[in-house]
């Protein structure tokens, strides 16, 4: 972008920005002043006559010689019109008087009184000045507010251009997205790369009677890149890239989403080939029900146009519509059949290498250390979407700003981990030493299970610095690789080490704390998917017990049994968590020694390394 091109673009958001707009009684104040200076300035006709003081005497005489036509009486004061020497009309003024007979004398002379004095003025500007000027002013206020409540509103150029779509349409520049910039998503980029190489050159798709598909929807959980890679689709293309939210479509008025959905598309058709991307689908794709009214009818007329266009234009045109949702499963099975979205791409969370590449894409913009060991960043962000390591990067340079240094080093990148993870440091909470105490042996507590079990990660870190999260201190364990199955032994490890806190602290003070709520409900979630998700139960084997509805959005659990068959539920969930509390109490009860040296070091310390706790422990 050249130089004037960006200042005029500075000069474009300087006058569009909402500190520069003016409210709206700034104009009616300028119209008002307009409205004043015309009545004034622009109406130099109007009769303008001088008005001669008489005494009251000659005022009467005029009367009753018949010369006075209108008098106005105000106050006593008389303002009087008469005929000068010369035939001409002249108004008088008599002054102050007080005259009992005067309504009397003028009744008798036939007088026209108790009104004001007409002027005379030209027509043409009397009909220019009551009619005409008005209506301009109120056609102009009215254009003006018009224009101010479309853009608002998020209308076209026009006060009645409600059916005009609010796509944004991006062009080809320098900066555009590409392949090379989208990261963990071989699969994702493999699947779209022939929609580019079909905008590329459809001839050879044609020739062999292949169609391209219609549409390609992209599913995945937030955060994980469907937005940027239909960016870098159109940027790899070079073809025009339409934007739209699906949320833009809902209107209050029936029959808006529909007409901007036919001016979406009409567009689209003029610019083919193009891509157009349609983001929250499932805001108008959602499966119909027959039983809304109102806003949803409204919400039904837009999927059924989509639905519509989508059939009628000719996928040999090259216009490719790409959408984006977290929630597949609520979208209309009209809207999935062949022939509409063709193709489902999975955007899913990235895999360790895949968070890996993520995290040295983004470190390109920052200014890094030469030792960064990104397997290791990767490693501890098991289950972070793109979204999440872009902002672990960026918070990792917030800390070496802060720390005063001129690049991002390893221990700010771990602590940005952690501070996503648990959040920032609490330095300024104040901790009684008895308290501090507990936590160090209720962390140990943790680490100690974890490190005398087999098919458990390592200890990575410990600490009992309190975090704004809540967390008074926390133990950190990293797989060594990437897992993508769990054992049932697995998993009750995690239970016997979950339950490991509150266990130290039962042994050595005898009573519990509330530091163990947050282990209680992961017990509980686990131990419960063991039994209803993962058919890990003896008692009711392979059987479906619980349905997971929106996967990408934390996953909803509901149990579909009798509520007999939930109530045994409950009991083997119990059974789980008690016979996991049992062994953790028999693994500490083994290694007391241990639990007290490697507490008072962590006191001391306040925090360690694995290496550290691994060296105490085995020495």
Known sequence: MSENDQKNKRNLNFNNSPQNRKPALFYFFIIFILVVLGNTLLVPSIEKRSVIEVPYSEFLTEVEGGDVSEVVMEQNEITFVASDEDGNRQIYNTGVVDDPDLVNRLTEADVVFAKEIPTEASPILYFLMSWIFPLLIFWALGSFLARRMSKRMGGGNSPLSFGDSKAKVYAKTGDSKTFAQVAGQDEAKEALSEVVDYLHDPSKYQAIGAKNPKGVLLVGPPGTGKTLLAQAVAGEADVPFFSISGSEFVEMFVGRGAAK????????????????????????????????????????????????????????????????????????????????????????????????????????????????????????????????????????????VREGRQQVSQTDLEESVETVIAGYQRKSAVISPKEKEIVAYHEIGHALVAAKQLDSAPVHKITIVPRTSGALGYTMQIEEGEKFLIS????????????????????????????????????????????????????????????????????????????????????????????????????????????????????????????????ILED
């Open 261 to 400: 959905v036919r001016d979406l598309f009409k567009q689209a058709n003029e610019k083919a080939p193009c891509i157009v991307f349609i983001d929250e689908i499932d805001t108008i794709g959602k499966k119909r029900d027959g039983a809304g009214f109102s806003g949803n009818d409204e919400r039904e007329q837009t999927l059924n146009q989509l639905l519509a266009e989508m059939d009628g234009f000719e996928s040999n045109k090259g216009v490719v519509i790409l959408a984006a949702t977290n929630r597949p499963e609520s979208l209309d099975a009209a809207l999935l059949r062949p022939g509409r979205f063709d193709r489902r791409v999975p955007v899913e969370l990235p895999d360790l290498r895949g968070r890996e590449d993520i995290l040295r894409v983004h470190a390109k913009n920052y200014i890094m250390a030469n030792d960064i060991d990104y397997n290791t960043i990767a490693r501890a962000t098991s289950g972070a979407s793109g979204a999440e390591l872009a902002n672990i990067v960026n918070e990792g340079a917030l800390r070496a």
């Open 488 to 615: 049932k032994t697995e998993l009750y490890n995690k239970l016997v080490t979950l339950a490991g806190g509150r266990v130290a602290e039962e042994i050595i003070y005898g009573s519990k704390s509330t530091g163990a709520s947050n282990d209680i409900e992961q017990m509980t979630k686990i131990a419960r998917a063991m039994i209803t998700r993962y058919g890990m139960s003896d008692t009711f084997g392979m059987m479906q017990i619980e349905t997971q509805t929106n996967q990408y959005l934390g996953g909803d659990t509901s149990l579909n049994v009798a509520p007999g068959t939930a109530e045994r539920v409950d009991q083997e969930v119990m059974e789980l968590i008690q016979s996991a509390h049992q062994k953790a109490g028999e693994i500490i009860s083994d290694n007391l020694n241990k639990l007290h040296e490697l507490a008072h070091y962590l006191l001391v310390e306040e925090t360690i390394t694995g290496e550290e706790f691994m060296k």
